[in-house]
């Protein structure tokens, strides 16, 4: 067991070490500008060089995605249980969440600074737009899912429509939540960078559209790989809590990611 | 109120869905529970022993006829009544004593007082449980438990809060022989402590026969009685009993009753 975990903790470093040194060898083979598409080592460098500029756009833009996250969990949360819990709301409400949905983010952006500005609001509101739906949808699939059987018994019980949902809809939908803030999570960070990259003097987005525009493509790259980082942590602290709080869902089993 | 007994259906018929496409699940369904009886309700599947099940518990509503327990007439599901269904239902996020304290938490006057009074409620279900022999798996996840457990848990949980009529639907259907037999000794035991009115759906005649005192035969779809028997093998019956000539006899008189009604 013990040689087992050994081995599931270090494959996904070894995986991304491979990939960066063929990455490295293969600029070096092709003669690669590094203005196209720069080698892993010089990113690093950058990395290392920028690091008090890249850390302040980062923690921006960590910040702007916790909170529309944070903001996306409770929305997703209240939606997927009103069209989980209703017919009636299912059947009004979910064709325009769809619709919705289907609005590229990015071209909200420019009246959502209309309404409030460029910066930290519009990044935190594209991050809420795109994360909240999967939790919604997830949530009520949750509660349309509950056994029947499940229903009859507490419905023969004499138990009312909010008891069914506190006692079996919410805790039996668990799982499927924590399911998509796994999801929601990535997709928060894609909403809070095209904010920033369209509208904002701060966060990774900015950062690497302006260096872009100066031909720092390294700094670009730099850039990719934090946003990339970041949302790895993220996505592993939603697993943590995810194991924490749906133990009986995976039964006890090691299979979890 | 037509009589003194706890369940009366009189003529009742349902039918689904509407038009050239519905279909009649029972029809001129007469059936009367005495209090404290246990009666079983037998046929193969699809005769509309499910629905029948639904009807008495206001699940559903019959298309016509009317259908009285405890001296009400049902228009909607009847108060604290006790299911038990083939699958366990018991819900995996709660331990298994939290399962049970379920229908605490939703039946009147219990949902009340459960607050001031929680540990007398903990020691009821404790006591139910030991008497299943579950005694120390309160604290488990019914996942944890293996399947004849589970129906156990849930047996627990459909009594605890002494319904006026437990329904059984198919409850060890889904188990082997070994312990489905185990379990007919572990309800019957908790039938002659408790003197609770239940009405239990199976297609397991052997089953029928050990456990109730008089079974229903259900003829094919649309679904009505055809056939009552009374089983007059005095309790407690064991497993002893169902290998008697007497108990066969039964058995087999019930068989003839199916085979004649749908041809098997």
Redesign the interface.
């Known amino acids: 067991m013990t040689r087992y975990r050994r081995i599931q903790f270090v494959t996904p470093w070894a995986v991304t070490l491979a990939l960066f040194l063929f990455w490295e060898f293969a600029c070096w083979l092709f003669n690669v500008p590094s203005f196209v598409l720069p080698q892993p080592s010089l990113i690093f460098k950058t990395l290392i060089q920028y690091r008090e500029q890249i850390w302040h756009h980062s923690m921006q833009t960590l910040f702007t995605t916790i909170i529309g996250f944070v903001l996306a969990v409770l929305g997703g949360l209240f939606i997927g249980l009103c069209v989980g819990a209703s017919r009636m709301v299912y059947i009004g409400l979910y064709p325009l969440l769809i619709g919705f949905n289907s609005i590229p983010k990015v071209a909200l952006v420019p009246i959502i600074v209309i309404w409030f500005g460029i910066g930290t609001i519009p990044a935190i509101i594209t991050a809420f737009s795109v994360a909240f739906f999967p939790i919604a949808v997830n949530v009520a699939t949750g509660l349309a899912t509950i056994e029947p059987e499940m229903r009859d018994v507490l419905r023969s019980l004499g138990a009312n429509q909010w008891e069914i949902l506190t006692k079996v809809g919410i805790p039996r939908s668990t799982p499927y939540l924590f399911a998509s803030l796994k999801i929601a999570i990535t997709l928060a960070f894609i909403g809070s960078v095209i904010s920033e990259t369209v509208a904002s003097n701060q966060g990774i987005g900015y950062m690497m559209l302006s260096a872009s525009s100066r031909f720092e493509v390294p700094l670009v790259f730099a850039g990719l790989i934090v946003v990339g980082a970041m949302g790895i942590a993220m996505y592993a602290v939603c697993v943590i809590f995810e194991k924490r709080m749906t133990r009986w869902a995976f039964r006890g089993s090691e299979l979890l990611t | 109120m037509a009589n003194s007994a706890l369940v009366d259906m009189s003529d009742v018929a349902l039918t689904y869905g509407e038009g050239e496409e519905a279909i009649s699940a029972v029809e001129n369904l007469n059936l009367t529970i005495e209090k404290g009886d246990f009666v079983a309700v037998v046929g193969p599947s699809g005769c509309g022993k499910s629905s029948l099940m639904?009807l008495l518990?206001?699940?559903l509503l019959p298309t016509s006829g009317e259908i009285y327990v405890g001296g009400q007439k049902v228009t909607k599901?009847?108060?604290?009544?006790?299911?038990a269904?083939q699958?366990s239902?018991l819900?995996?996020?709660?331990t298994t004593l939290s399962n049970i304290m379920?229908?605490f938490?939703?039946?009147?006057p219990h949902k009340r007082r459960l607050r001031s009074y929680r540990s007398e409620y903990v020691a009821a279900v404790e006591r139910l449980l030991s008497s299943v022999g579950l005694g120390n798996f309160g604290q488990k996840?019914p996942?944890q438990l293996s399947g004849g457990m589970q129906q156990r848990a849930n047996l627990c949980?459909a009594l605890i809060?002494e319904p006026q009529l437990l329904?059984l639907d198919e409850p060890f259907g889904a188990l082997d022989a070994f312990t489905r037999e185990e379990l007919w000794s572990v309800m019957q035991n908790l039938w002659l402590e408790k003197r609770f009115t239940a009405m239990l759906v199976t297609h397991d005649l052997r089953e029928a026969a050990y456990l109730s005192n008089t079974v229903h035969v259900m003829s094919r779809r649309p679904g009505h009685i055809i056939h009552t028997k009374d089983i007059d093998i005095p309790r407690p019956r064991t497993l002893k009993t169902t290998f008697e000539p007497h108990f066969i006899d039964i058995v087999q008189s019930l068989r003839e009753q199916i085979s004649n009604e749908h041809g098997l």
């Open positions: 639904k518990t206001g699940l599901p009847v108060d604290g009544v006790g299911m269904f699958n239902t819900m995996p996020w709660r379920l229908p938490e939703i039946v009147e996840f996942w949980r809060h329904m």
